[in-house]
Each structure stands twice: as structure tokens, then as C-alpha cells.
């Protein structure tokens, strides 16, 4: 079965940075696009990015375009999120997410898998 496992999280000042990781296991990971949410305390989960599945396309939520940069490294079957310039409204949990539709070019918006989710506390 799929496994998603996110590292990287924690608490840092605004202004500060942090990159997220998350190591796939289960399938082929190279075949697969793949996306980072994050969850808001009392909300639902929100998009943050997605990746297709050769790492060629990328696309973003509104709210952190032109902020965060979403990679991947196939060859170590890892999926990573550059997070600069934090704000204190970043504050959230972050999740790792994929779905089964094979070498998908577009944004993962109904995940079926998801990782347990790293903290990240962002201070004022």
C-alpha cells in the first residue's frame, strides 16, 4: 500500500524558512503526481501545491504562489516543499498527498493517499 511520510516541520520566527520533505513508499513513485496541503486548526484541509508526476509542472494556491516551491527528486523517491519568507499565518499542519490516476500532468485536487502531517509554528 501507499505510505507517505513528512519531515521537516517545526516551530520558526517570521521571515524564517522551511523545507518539508516527504518520502513515498508502495508503488512507483515516479509515475505518480503528488501535492502538499495544510490544515488550519477547525478548518478544512487547504491546497497548497502540486507536482506533476516527471516534476515538469507545478501549480499553487493563491496563497502561497510566488512564496513556495514545490520539487521532487524521483530517483530518492522524495517530494519536497521550499517554504521561505514564513508568516505566522502558515501556521498549520502540513500533509503530503497523492492519488492513483497514472503520470498526471494536472494538480492533484481529490487525493486518495495522505502522510500523517508535520507541524509547522511559524512566531511573530
Known amino acids: 500500500q501507499v505510505q507517505l511520510v513528512e519531515s521537516g516541520g517545526g516551530l520558526v520566527q517570521a521571515g524564517g524558512s522551511l523545507i518539508l520533505s516527504c518520502t513515498a513508499s508502495?508503488?512507483?513513485?515516479?509515475?505518480?503526481?503528488m501535492a502538499w496541503y495544510r490544515q488550519f486548526p477547525g478548518k478544512e484541509r487547504e491546497f497548497v501545491g502540486s507536482?506533476?508526476?516527471?516534476?515538469?509542472?507545478?501549480y499553487y494556491g493563491d496563497s502561497v504562489k510566488g512564496r513556495f516551491t514545490i520539487s521532487r527528486d524521483n530517483a530518492k523517491n522524495t517530494l519536497y516543499l521550499q517554504m521561505p519568507n514564513l508568516k505566522p499565518e502558515d501556521t498549520a499542519v502540513y500533509y503530503c498527498?497523492?492519488?492513483?490516476?497514472?503520470?498526471?500532468?494536472?494538480?492533484?485536487?481529490?487525493?486518495?493517499?495522505w502522510g500523517q502531517g508535520t507541524q509547522v509554528t511559524v512566531s511573530s
Open positions: 498527498a497523492s492519488d492513483d490516476r497514472l503520470r498526471r500532468n494536472g494538480a492533484i485536487t481529490s487525493p486518495k493517499h
Open positions: 508502495g508503488r512507483a513513485f515516479g509515475d505518480y503526481a
Open positions: 507536482i506533476s508526476w516527471s516534476g515538469a509542472l507545478q
